[in-house]
């Protein structure tokens, strides 16, 4: 069953760690926020391990300093967010 996740991510170079997460596979979405934690993301996989994975990527970042996932439930049989078109995204 598809799963999906919101990752919260730390980092001291927010900018440079989007663009670095928004290239791994399987995040759906990516923003910069204002104030803590940097960074959140939208991840999914075919299954709790192959979500794991993405996770698992992104903290590796060399520019990650912590993450924190929270994973998604489907109460209204409404999945993910559509992965949004890489030409519409604003630069930060």
């Known amino acids: ?3 999906w996740a919101y990752i919260f991510i730390s980092t001291r170079y927010p900018k ?3 663009s670095a997460v928004r290239g791994i596979a399987g995040v759906i979405h990516a923003d910069a926020l204002f104030g803590s934690p940097d960074i959140i993301a939208i991840v999914k996989g075919d299954d709790i391990a192959a979500m ?3 996770i698992d990527r992104i903290a590796e970042l060399p520019d990650v300093a ?3 996932s929270k994973v998604a439930r489907w109460l209204d049989q ?3 967010p559509r992965p949004a078109d ?3 995204r604003p630069e930060i």
Do not use: C, F, I, S
Request: glycine share 6%; hydrophobic share 35%.
């Open 1 to 3: 069953m598809e799963t």
């Open 16 to 18: 440079r760690t989007l």
């Open 52 to 54: 794991d994975a993405v």
């Open 66 to 68: 912590a993450t924190d």
């Open 78 to 80: 409404v999945g993910p």
């Open 86 to 88: 890489k030409h519409n």
